[in-house]
């Protein structure tokens, strides 16, 4: 027994003696981090303690239209700021802010919230106002002893001169958003920077914003500046010359914003039953609501966008801070009704049915595949209707509809009968049974392939066009495939997504249907056609420039003062499509034909669509070729109708291409083509434009989020309309 004791003794002492080791080696390697590892960071910690550091916000680029026009200018501003270490406890912070409050004119209440805000680090300064005085930030410095912590930095702060002119384009800073923090503070940004958000201010934000600099001062224990110890300057962000020309932009906004206005004191009619009587549904007259629209001018040989107006506007300065909270959601009201919708680019967001104003791509698309049996010489007899030639009669008789037929022509009463007609003038009178049959036949003839589809996404459409704005819109081509998304996601039966239909087809081949696009998207397939085949990136942006234009007089810079750093706008295309003269020719005529005339003469003479409403337009100045286009809107009602209307210039001096979208405004020719019609007159030289003058101050009273803009002299939008629903 006493052997096993004497055997024990030993084991424990091992035992003890291990753990002593593990204990020592525990410590000494504690030891050793500390004092080759984390002194480092304790050598941080006290270093930031010693000295304070002031970020040095550089001065943003400044943003010029085409002709040098300052559009988003910088003001100096002073930022008061104070060190979150000196407020770390509640007992400090309020002693702090009830001693700032009266200086910065802050409640204290908000000064508190402000000083634990928590986006802001440790050894990060937190603002507590900005845009003090002059006065106000000497009289903190002088008394630093009482003001422990705080410190002045001089930051700018965005001015736009022109207001709501182009505020879609250009867009506004504000506040980073919590949920893009992390990314912003990865790229050295502090939390309480301003950021583009919208427009070319958030595409070109990084070439813009410039690179921060810094000072850094030795201080004492209140915070007290004992010495400098270094100083790196920031360097100011790149200046940006924009394609957008504001006379045009000017104009542009006044011809959409009079148009639609124009369009609402107009009476959309009545709705009547097959038998002639009024639908009791809706007995009452209805007047067109006519919300909204946008309108782009383009180059077409180089795609620089000259122009590009949204309606609703709003004013660009209302983002500039200073408002109630419950004032700016009175003037920005959340809504789910698209009509009411202020903050969209409706030229690049908006996802529309475009109408007849596609069949010039359906006509392109029969003219290269060979669809038309002898190309350009085909022709059809258009008898106002369009009879389904894949369909058996038999299911035609349980309910499947086989019969399309044209518009309703005035005259008449009845589906429009235009005889025989040929690509040229069934694009002049906007023959939709000519275009029913492409659409079908294309389809059936060829296997069900996606041939129409297929020719139209050269154009671009079904894709962004690239252009240097946020939130554009991709938009949609019908398709099997896309029919099966949407009836996935719910947007149609899951009956209706089973297949991809004749109707489908039909539909799509005069512009309605599944097909959605923008008004950016239809600038740039018409202007491939006014070029060519060339297709060009769309751009509002012409060139980075080095920071630091000059000014050659109060608002106007000298391009000559800088260099360019970087040209935006390419010359060359991005791709070319297929577009022989044999294809180019008819298509270009019939559009011709729609502005100038003849029309066809079946029955009655019938005018091209957009005759009348060109007439006195001066075509030997600047001589164009267009196609007007009606959406039918909610069910088929006219007061839902959208107008369209895209045109570009035959004169290769002058390569302009315009498309004008107005919603639930009418006829394309009654709507949208009086405004490409003011813009050609304008950019012929017909027209004296407005000055560009800067805009008044803003009223922080108002409720309108934009002033008024209208035509001086309307009379550009006067003339008569198509006798079709066109």
Known sequence: MSMRKSESVPKRLLALGIVAIVLFGALSSRMWYLQAVGS??????????????IKLIPERGRIFDSAGRVMADNKRTLVVTIDRDVVRKPAERLAMAQRL??????????????????????????????????????????????????FVREEWRRSYPYGALAGHVLGYLGAILKGNLAYYKSLGYDPNERVGQYGVEEAYETALRGKPGFIRYEVDAVGKILGLIERVEPIAGNDLQLSIDLTVQQFAEQALETQLLVRQRVEA???????????????????????????????????????????????????????????????????????????????ISGRYNVGSSFKPLVAYAALNTG???????????????????????????????????NSICRATGAPCRYGTVDVESALAVSSDTFFYKIGEQILTERGYAPILENEVRQFGLGSPTNIDLPYEYAGTI??????????????????????????????????????????????QAFAVIANGGRVYEPKVGFALLAPGTRDSRP????????????????????????????????????MARVITGPGVNFDYYHKATGENIFRGYNYGKLPIAGKTGTAQGLGNLPWNDSSAFGAFSLDGSQPYTVYAYLEKAGYGSQAAAPVVKCLFTALAGDYRYDQVLPADPLDKASFAVA???SLRNPLCLVGGASDTRE
Request: glycine content about 8%; charged content about 25%.
């Open 101 to 150: 409050s009266g200086p910065l004119n802050v409640p204290i209440e908000t000064l508190l919230e402000r000083m634990q805000d928590e986006r802001y680090g440790p050894f990060e300064s937190i603002p507590l106002r900005e845009d003090v005085s002059e006065d106000t930030a000497l009289f903190l410095i002088e008394r630093v002893e009482d003001y422990r912590g705080i």
């Open 478 to 523: 019908p398709s099997k495939a896309l029919k099966k998304r949407l009836a996935d996601i719910g947007a149609i039966s899951q009956e209706s997504g089973e297949a991809y239909y004749v109707g489908d087809q039909v539909l799509f081949s005069i512009g309605q249907g599944l097909l959605s696009v923008t008004p950016l998207q239809m600038t």
């Open 269 to 347: 009619g009545q709705v009547r039953l097959p038998d002639g009587t009024l639908d009791p549904l809706y007995p009452e007259v209805n007047f067109y609501k006519a919300p909204a629209g946008s309108v782009v001018v383009m180059n077409h040989n180089s795609g620089r966008v000259i122009a590009m107006a949204s309606y609703p506007r709003f004013d660009v300065r209302w983002f500039g801070g200073g408002l109630p909270k419950d004032k700016f959601s009175q003037l920005f009201p959340q809504t789910d009704d698209p009509d009411k919708s202020i903050l969209v680019n409706r030229a």
């Open 555 to 590: 608002g106007i810079v000298d391009f000559g003062s800088t260099e360019v750093v970087k040209r935006l706008v390419s010359i060359k295309p991005t791709r070319r499509i297929s577009m022989t003269s044999a294809i180019r020719t008819p298509i270009v005529k019939g």
């Open 707 to 709: 002033p008024t803009s």
């Open 371 to 405: 669809q038309l049996p002898g190309a350009d010489e085909y022709t059809f007899d258009d008898r106002g209707t369009y009879k389904l030639q894949s369909i058996p009669e038999d299911r035609c008789q349980q309910g499947v509809k086989c019969v399309f037929r």
């Open 40 to 53: 480092r960071d304790v050598e941080e910690v006290i270093g930031k303690v010693r000295t304070r550091t």
